[in-house]
Every structure is written in structure tokens, then in C-alpha cells.
């Protein structure tokens, strides 16, 4: 159905060089002499992905047996305080970054085989023999990305947002490895919900567009037998799509080639990718009900919007679908191939969402669009409303008052639904409220102690975690990014 083998070739040729850059500990090498149950703990003084190694030697007798160690690898200081024994949940502990190290030699140096991300490093004596101690008396990582950080321009202005703005760069240029990972620690692969925010980052900062466009040939490379694309791509050993699939992420895939498109002017891959463009497009369309709203599902994970179990997600899907369909539009018109798809079709069915969004699912009395069964109002509903494009600017600057005025977001649980919330405010012209909400939620986050922006963050729960703990929390999340963009793009 598609040249996915050839898709598959154009990624590869695409794949970055990586730079390196080796750098130790700002502190925890005090050259202590540590028996059984002692320990130490590294400070990078930043976040890093690479490989970590220590050298290390002895005081007392000459060693008469292996050193037993327990090293955790932490991207914040709350992993430190975490214990993997209480983990149980259901996301494999096996991400829970911890190495038990035998040292057979010491003095040795010694390399961890896996790559890591991480700012603190503990390592801790589980055994060794009462006739000497081990001293830790070196240590490095080899850092990597494919990202030049040196080569991006900073925003001025006050301290928080100089902050911000840093710690954006920091996130995504540490997501930036031979793809736009979603996160470094976990899971380390490319998504599509990420790789949107983190291409529009990308293109006022580190200028990378090659990447970009490996990553959206090989989510073309990784559709499955209908055409869908995956959420994700696996990228190793080879590339393969997962089994994955979110209803929303289908559709950005057409508005992250659109942006694609407008930043490069490359419409051979504009033309290339069409037909996946399309696909998708009619996939979504597929899954509309005879009164042309999406088909609710009692399905956990079949549309993401936001990280919140208790968030229905039928209203966003639809206008999530309407977004998608405009996007194709454009497409299609750009590269000038209105005689091979069905532009006035498109239109139609892009005007019969619409009639059936306010005829179903908005409340005139409350003012706000309602979702699923239980007519549930959510902030995520009303901002994929407003990005849509269904409501005029009067319509939509009205809504987000509303929203801004009624509504809770702490529904909100990641920088995801928090970067188009921000987006929804600037596109009603709402730029002082854009502005307040970043100093505020990216803000807490640096507030906390970030070095890079988490997956998620609730201000009034910095601990929360869907996952049954934070220990297997991302502190380091592509889609955390976005601030760099709204700094340089929107004038906030």
C-alpha cells in the first residue's frame, strides 16, 4: 500500500551524528574512605544522557574480595529518596535506573553498559571485606545529543522567564538523540504527541530539520497493513512501529508534516507523505458516528489529550479530527493536488463536524462543550475547541474567559495539555493570560527543582504519578519543551 521500504531507507540516510561531551561531578568526590552501608552521592550539577564510568581505589589492606555496589542513577533529588523495593507499578520496574556492580579489581575503572539520564548519581557498599574501603576518586559521563545547545540564542528578559527558557533548551536538547525521544529515562522512543512540540521548538533553536523529517518518515516506514500510523516507533535494533495507536496522534501526524512543510518549503516530502497524510485522515473519519461526532469508547488509552484517567476524551477527539482535517487541506493545496485527493469532500465532511459539535455537544446555558455520556466539562475539551478553528475569534477569546473565569485546571495533568491551553489562549489574543499561565505551571516546575521539564506536574500534587509511583516518573520530557517556542514564535 505504501513505499514503506523506501521511507525506511530516506530515514536511515537521515540519522545524526551524535556530539559528545565528557563531564564530572561538581560534588561528591571527597575521596571518603566507605565501608558496608555507606555510600555516596554524585552531583553533575545538571541533567546529562550518556554513558557514566567511575575509577576507584582502596585504603587498608590490599583488597581480598569483590565490592559489592548498588548504583541509582536519578534525574531529581526525589528519586533519591525513592526505593525501587515499593514500586509495584504497571509500568516495568525495569526503567527504575539501578545497576548492582560487582568490582572484581580494585583499583579499576570501571563503565556502566547502559545509557543513562541523570543529574545525581548514588552509589552505595552493599559488601565487601572488613580488611579495606573503597574510595571513589573519578568520575564522568559521556554525555550526548544531536542537538548543538551552543548554537541557540537565548531570550532575555526577567530571571523566570531566562529560567524557563533555559530549562526548555536543556529538555529538548537532551531529547534530542537519534530521534526526538519522548524521554531519555523512559521510554525512550519517538512519539507523536511529543515530536509536535518538540519540531516547533526545534525550529527557532537548534534548527535541526533533518530530524524532523527522519522522524516523520519513519513513522510513514512504521504503519501497519491499514496504513495506520503507530503512536510510536521503535528504532532499534530496527525500525518498527508499535501497537500502539491513539486516535489524536494519527491526526497530529498531518498538522506536524503541515508544520514541517511551512518552516522548510520541501514540499517532495510534502508530496511523499500525502498518502499517509491522507490515511489517516480517513481512518478517523471511519470511527464518526450518523450524527457525525466520534464514537465514544469505554477503552482506556484509545485517545490520549491528556494524562488524566478521569478525562473523557470524545469531544476532543472530535475536534482533534476537525484540526486534522483542516491540516489536509492545507496540504493539499500547498502541493497543488487537488485533481488526485477529494479537497471539496474534505470540506464537507470538515463543515458537518462543526454543525454536529455545537448541535451535540456544546451547552448553551453553561457555555462550555460538553463530552461522553455524563456531559463532562473539562479544560482539555474547551482548548482542542478553540484550536480547531470551529469558533470564530470573538467565539473563542469568550470561551477561554470562560475557562480562565470557571473552570479548574489542575484537571490538567502534563506540559502537553498545558502547552495548547497556552496555545488556545494566544490564538483568542489572550497573550497576558499566555504569559501568566507559563510563569506559573513551567514556573513551579523550575520552582521544584527542575533541570529539565517532567512529563507531568500537578502544582498541587508534585508527586503525582499515573503510574502507581513517581519513581518511574520522566523528568526529562520532550513535550515539557514548548515555553522555548511561545518565547520566540508568539512574542510572549
Known amino acids: 500500500m505504501f513505499e514503506t521500504e523506501k521511507w525506511k531507507q530516506i530515514a536511515t540516510d537521515l540519522k545524526p551524528k551524535m556530539l559528545e561531551e565528557v563531564v564530572s ?18 552531583d553533575f550539577g545538571n541533567h546529562f544522557v550518556g554513558e557514566f564510568s567511575f575509577t576507584c581505589t582502596f585504603t587498608g589492606s590490599h583488597p581480598d574480595a569483590p565490592v559489592l555496589l548498588r548504583i541509582k542513577l536519578c534525574e531529581s533529588k526525589r528519586e533519591l529518596e525513592e526505593s525501587s523495593e515499593d514500586y509495584h507499578g504497571w509500568v516495568s520496574k525495569s526503567w527504575v535506573q539501578e545497576e548492582y556492580l560487582h568490582l572484581d579489581e580494585v583499583p579499576g575503572e570501571y563503565a556502566l553498559s547502559r545509557r543513562f539520564a541523570f543529574r545525581y548519581v548514588k552509589i552505595e557498599i552493599l559488601a565487601i571485606s572488613d580488611k579495606f574501603s573503597l574510595c571513589i576518586n573519578g568520575a564522568h559521563v559521556l554525555a550526548q545529543s544531536s542537538g548543538d545547545i551552543q548554537k541557540v540564542q537565548r531570550v532575555t528578559g526577567p ?4 529560567a524557563i527558557d533555559r530549562i526548555a533548551i536543556r529538555t529538548l536538547h537532551n531529547c534530542m538523540q537519534e530521534v526526538f525521544e519522548d524521554g531519555p529515562k523512559r521510554d525512550r522512543r519517538l512519539w507523536v504527541g511529543d515530536l509536535r512540540l518538540e519540531a516547533l521548538v526545534n525550529y527557532c533553536t537548534f534548527k535541526n530539520n533533518d530530524l524532523v523529517r527522519r522522524c516523520l518518515y519513519m513513522f510513514a516506514a512504521g504503519t501497519d497493513q491499514n496504513g495506520r500510523v503507530p503512536a510510536c516507533v521503535f528504532d532499534f535494533p530496527t525500525l518498527e512501529g508499535d501497537d ?35 490515511r489517516q485522515y480517513e481512518l478517523s473519519v471511519e470511527e464518526v ?9 469505554d477503552e482506556l488509552g484509545w485517545c490520549l489529550l491528556d494524562w ?3 478525562l473523557n476524551r470524545q469531544a476532543g477527539a472530535q475536534f482533534v479530527l476537525i484540526l486534522g482535517a483542516k491540516a489536509l487541506c492545507e496540504l493539499i493545496e500547498k502541493t497543488e493536488t487537488e485533481d488526485a485527493y477529494p479537497l471539496a469532500k474534505i470540506r464537507e465532511t470538515i463543515d458537518r463536524l462543526e454543525k454536529a459539535a455545537k448541535e451535540n455537544l456544546w451547552n448553551e446555558k453553561t457555555g462550555f462543550f460538553e ?13 482542542w475547541a478553540v484550536l480547531s478553528g470551529m469558533l470564530s ?3 473563542a477569546r469568550d470561551l477561554m474567559s470562560r475557562v480562565t473565569k470557571n473552570l479548574d485546571t489542575s484537571d490538567m495533568t502534563t506540559p502537553y495539555i498545558h502547552s495548547y491551553y497556552v496555545m488556545a489562549l494566544l490564538n483568542c489574543g489572550m497573550k497576558r493570560e499566555a504569559e501568566e499561565h507559563i510563569l506559573s505551571y513551567w514556573g513551579g516546575m523550575a520552582e521544584d527543582g527542575a533541570d529539565t521539564f517532567y512529563e507531568m506536574f500537578r502544582p498541587d500534587d508534585p508527586d503525582f504519578s499515573p503510574y502507581g509511583s513517581s519513581i518511574v516518573n520522566s523528568y526529562c520530557h520532550g513535550w515539557g519543551c514548548s515555553p522555548a517556542y511561545f518565547f520566540r514564535r508568539c512574542d510572549v
Open 25 to 42: 561531578p561538581v560534588s561528591g568526590l571527597d575521596g571518603q574512605s566507605m565501608k558496608q552501608g555507606d555510600y555516596t552521592i554524585l
Open 393 to 395: 475569534e470573538q467565539e
Open 244 to 278: 500502539t495507536y491513539l486516535f489524536d496522534y494519527s491526526l497530529l501526524y498531518i498538522v506536524t508534516l503541515l508544520d514541517y512543510v511551512n518552516e522548510t518549503g520541501d514540499m517532495e516530502t510534502a508530496k511523499d507523505l500525502l498518502p499517509v497524510a491522507m
Open 371 to 383: 463530552s461522553g455520556d455524563a456531559r463532562q466539562v473539562s479544560v482539555a475539551t474547551q482548548v
Open 308 to 310: 488524566n484517567m478521569d
Open 159 to 162: 530571571k523566570m522567564k531566562q
Open 289 to 297: 458516528g450518523k450524527d457525525g461526532v466520534v464514537r465514544d469508547r
